[in-house]
């Protein structure tokens, strides 16, 4: 039995760290980080990115997600200063749609996964642009 390679293409995605454009960073100069996204589903609003703060950046206001959203802690020092819960090295964190949580503060310097089940606002928050939260809304 005869097996097209055609047939055989596979839907998964690899990603190497090496794979990595620069210019396909999202930079947030005011506000110490810079985002990579690695997944965006534009019919559920959903991703996963990574997101590098330097040794104080922060997100400056509290604010709500309309989705749930994860994250997992790679490297740094990154805390949610309204609670004190503080991410390090093989911290997971979730947060459910909803609730309101922030802001945030690097301690250092941090990497972090970031994963969204849906879209991740309702509005456009202050630090975000109309190009880089796009599709990422909650349809009305």
Request: contains cysteine; hydrophobic residues 30%; negative net charge.
């Amino acid at each position: 039995m005869d097996i097209d390679p055609a047939a055989m293409k596979s839907l998964e995605i690899l990603i190497h760290a090496a794979d990595l454009k620069d210019e396909d960073w999202i930079d947030y100069p005011d506000y110490g980080f810079r985002q990579y996204f690695l997944h965006k589903n534009p019919d559920t609003g959903a991703s996963i990115a990574l997101l590098e703060y330097d040794k104080g950046g922060t997100i400056p206001t509290r604010h709500t997600h309309a989705s749930n959203q994860f994250m997992y802690c790679l490297e740094g020092d990154y805390e949610y200063t309204d609670s004190g819960l503080r991410l390090r090295p093989g911290s997971f964190y979730m947060n459910p749609k909803d609730h309101p949580h922030g802001p945030t503060l690097a301690h250092e310097r941090s990497v972090l996964i970031e994963i969204y089940d849906g879209p991740h606002y309702y509005e456009k928050p202050e630090y975000h642009t109309d190009e880089t939260i796009g599709d990422f809304l909650a349809k009305e």
